[in-house]
T-cell receptor, first 110, second 113 residues
Framework: QKEVEQDPGPLSVPEGAIVSLNCTYSNSAFQYFMWYRQYSRKGPELLMYTYSSGNKEDGRFTAQVDKSSKYISLFIRDSQPSDSATYLCAFNTNAGKSTFGDGTTLTVKP | DSGVTQTPKHLITATGQRVTLRCSPRSGDLSVYWYQQSLDQGLQFLIQYYNGEERAKGNILERFSAQQFPDLHSELNLSSLELGDSALYFC????????????FGPGTRLTVL
């Protein structure tokens, strides 16, 4: 069983829609929860990071973590065509080991 | 631009050869991470160095090795290359050792023929 399962997509939405991206994990040692955006196999770009259960908001992005259910989500409000990319969830343990999801490809249509 | 630089951008080589990929972290960052991204696989964590010392190891093959130098730049050495080693190799850096805020370089595209 993989440590991280990410909704595979692809996801296609109209401009202005609310997007929900989701990952589940099984490793209780994961302490840090991140979301990255990757355009066309370029270097991933850090969007959000958090350490605790609950919601964290940054502009149009909200990261949600539920440690008891081992579930994290990223919500994008008022999605724009420029949000079209692959989104990666990522996890770190205190020992420094990083684990990424396989990514969800999002297309936002004008 | 994340501030992380990687050289070269592209590398084409033959099976059995050895290559070295180089990474310069952002100014002030002490940690360097190496990742492999193949077409059919996600981003695979290889290894982390913090201030010159190996800190965490992922799915790094024995044919691969890395080091971080006193000036904090890092090199990833890949030897006895196989066709399956063809991939994008990314370096990332962060200030601390936790790995929660990693900034990625543009990657090196390795093609093994």
């Amino acid at each position: 069983q993989k440590e991280v399962e990410q909704d595979p997509g692809p996801l296609s939405v109209p401009e202005g829609a609310i997007v929900s991206l989701n990952c589940t994990y099984s490793n209780s040692a994961f302490q840090y929860f991140m979301w990255y955006r990757q355009y066309s196999r370029k270097g991933p770009e850090l969007l959000m990071y958090t350490y605790s259960s609950g919601n964290k908001e940054d502009g149009r992005f909200t990261a949600q973590v539920d440690k008891s259910s081992k579930y994290i989500s990223l919500f994008i409000r008022d999605s724009q065509p420029s949000d079209s990319a692959t989104y990666l969830c990522a996890f770190n343990t205190n020992a420094g080991k990083s684990t990424f999801g396989d990514g969800t490809t999002l297309t936002v249509k004008p | 631009d994340s501030g992380v630089t990687q050289t070269p951008k592209h590398l084409i080589t033959a099976t059995g050869q050895r290559v070295t990929l180089r990474c310069s972290p952002r100014s002030g960052d002490l940690s360097v991470y190496w990742y492999q991204q193949s077409l059919d696989q996600g981003l695979q964590f290889l290894i982390q160095y913090y201030n010159g010392e190996e800190r965490a190891k992922g799915n790094i093959l024995e044919r691969f090795s890395a080091q971080q130098f006193p000036d904090l730049h890092s090199e990833l050495n890949l030897s006895s290359l196989e066709l399956g080693d063809s991939a994008l190799y990314f370096c990332a850096s962060s200030v601390g050792r936790r790995g929660d805020t990693q900034y990625f370089g543009p990657g090196t595209r390795l093609t093994v023929l």
